[in-house]
């Protein structure tokens, strides 16, 4: 091997050129990639389930208690009865009353979906907006980091009679837990990240006479941004799983409340398609985070490229 | 300029370290002066100090008639890494404390092609820091540092980041920027040959807490043979000055590790 460096467009394609070796160099670069990188998260889940059904087909594991996948998933409509957002259960509500099956499984994802970003945006909105007046003002510091710091590793299961209590059933105590689960870690994340600015970017500016609110607007905040958003993304998974647990005390519908269903009903199928939903949802979610980071951190250079190196 | 400034580091705690002891220092108007010293001798501090980012413990700094308290346009200060913001681009970063001062986008942009040109970037204008080499960093960090028209550049050793040729390269560029702005330069370096090329006087200090040893005038017309046998004098000299520092910054540790 000679050490010519190579340029970093040509190292970049080469990796994802044996991947889909069936791609010729006539379609442009992205489309590889995108190939690739659909192609390896199919085979990533694709051997999780062959390794499932190899156990099942093999007689090891149960289909009762384990079923595989093409046995949860095969049966959507059966599946479907029990995502029951018509309140069927109540007193004079017709059993085939409500929206079809398919429809009500997109409103039991869509509440779900809505409760995580709902929490998830006044999470952050609220804790970020906290993490910075803890810096900028030593008062608030004073009176507030304590208690942050004290109820932060509070888990938030301790939370949920507090939810009911305070909002009763619905949307509202859903979205507090999620609320609650995420606002304290992510104010002490935001003052470490405000920590963490690079000294001589402050001492520019304040060497070019920027005044406190100006260093903050104008170099802390872009300056933070970055980590913050990768904050968000770890706990965007965080989110989902509160939310699943809130759910699951009775707020109409959601993908907990069916998890719930199916425990009490012992339906093993059922949780397993729930599952894969939250999983695919999740996915997706964590997805259009990182297209926001891209737009949004324009400035930011990938850095994975590194470790694909060595 | 300075009067009898002395810098204690955390002080009062059981981790206090004098930095600086005593440094009298005076700047004309327009000189280029060099510090030059071991290292952790305290000559970063002594920048820091002059811009107003740190207070003094002791003594005081004047600059053109005030007292130093905070930092000021006036004394801009240029790093050895990059400090450009990289959510801006190349004329936003130039321009940066026009911004701040509330001056027009239009206004600003002219100033910043202005700077830029005096830096021979003017092509580079709307790119990203990150699209560009060290030493294209560093002229724009300079372009910033000229477009708010100071009296007093502060650099910290500015180049030490970047390889020997850009270097050489930069140090030429940055003399012709000096003569064209009239600003007085106080340049922070640990390179003896950088010293020659570039200083009316250099300043040696001593290992921590940092004094003044002494202070050699450059007497060389520029452009400067660094091959002259008037260069190699000089390196001799501050060469031998420097070791005896070095000898005992290094003898002070051993010291201090038994």
């Known amino acids: ?310 | 300029m300075c009067r009898n400034v002395s810098k204690v580091w955390a002080a009062g705690t059981d981790r206090a370290h004098a930095a600086l002891h005593g440094i009298d220092l005076d700047i004309a108007p327009g000189e280029f002066t060099v510090l030059i010293g071991p290292s952790g001798c305290g000559k970063s501090t002594l920048l820091y100090l002059v811009a107003g980012l740190e207070p003094e413990t002791d003594g005081e700094i004047w600059s053109f008639g005030d007292r130093v308290v905070a930092p000021s346009p006036d004394r801009s200060l240029i790093f050895q890494e990059t400090s450009l913001f990289p959510w801006l681009t190349v004329w936003q970063n130039v321009s940066f404390g026009l911004s701040i001062r509330g001056t027009p986008a239009a206004e600003r942009k002219a100033v910043a092609r202005e700077a830029l040109h005096r830096v021979g970037l003017t092509e580079a204008i709307d790119k990203r820091p990150d699209e560009l080499s060290g030493g294209m960093r560093q002229r724009v960090a300079v372009a910033r540092a000229l477009a708010m028209r100071p009296k007093v550049l502060l650099m910290d050793e500015p180049f030490a980041a970047l390889d020997v040729q850009t270097r050489t390269k930069m140090q030429d560029f940055l003399l012709d920027v000096w003569r064209d702005s009239s600003a007085s330069i106080l340049f922070v370096t640990h390179h003896i040959e950088e010293a020659i090329a570039l200083a009316d006087r250099v300043v040696v200090f001593t290992s921590r807490p940092g004094r003044v040893k002494t202070i050699v005038p450059i007497d060389m017309p520029r452009p400067r043979d660094p091959f002259s046998a008037r260069s190699e004098a000089l390196r001799k000299q501050l060469t031998d000055i420097l070791r005896d520092e070095v000898d005992r910054a290094f003898a002070e540790q051993e010291a201090l590790a038994v």
């Open chain 1, 1 to 310: 091997m000679t050490a010519v460096p190579q340029p970093a467009a040509a190292r970049e394609t080469h990796v994802t050129a044996e991947a889909t070796a069936a791609l010729r160099p006539a379609l442009p670069a992205w489309v590889g990639r995108a190939a690739s990188r659909v192609g390896f998260t199919l085979l990533s889940v694709g051997l999780f389930c062959a390794l499932w059904e190899l156990l099942w087909a093999l007689g090891i594991s149960d289909a009762r208690l384990l079923p595989p996948p093409h046995v949860f998933l095969s049966n959507f409509p059966e599946q479907a009865k029990f995502f029951n957002t018509a309140q069927r259960w109540q007193v004079g509500v017709g059993l085939n009353s409500g929206p079809s099956p398919a429809g009500a499984v997109m409103i039991t994802i869509l509440a779900s979906a809505a409760r995580v970003f709902a929490g998830l945006l006044i999470a952050s909105t609220l804790s970020i907006t906290i993490g910075v007046l803890i810096r900028y003002y030593v008062a608030v510091e004073k009176l507030a980091l304590p208690t942050i710091t004290l109820l932060s590793p509070v888990s938030p299961i301790a939370w949920l009679p507090v939810a009911i209590f305070l909002f009763g059933i619905g949307d509202a105590p859903a979205i507090f837990m999620v609320v609650v689960a995420l606002f304290f870690h992510m104010v002490l994340a935001t003052i470490s990240q405000i920590d963490q600015v690079n000294r001589n970017l402050i001492n520019v500016a304040r060497t070019m006479g920027a005044t406190k609110f100006q260093t903050y607007s104008r170099v802390i905040i872009p300056a933070i941004l970055p980590g913050l958003l990768v904050v968000l993304r770890l706990n965007l998974f965080g989110a989902w799983m509160v939310v699943l647990v809130a759910e699951s005390t009775g707020v109409g519908y959601g993908l907990g409340q069916v998890i719930m269903l199916a425990r009490n009903t012992f339906n093993p199928s059922l949780v397993f398609f729930t599952i894969a939903l939250i999983g695919v949802l999740g996915f997706a979610s964590d997805w259009a985070l990182r297209m926001v980071q891209k737009r949004i951190l324009y400035w930011v250079p990938e850095t994975t490229g590194v470790l694909r190196g060595l």
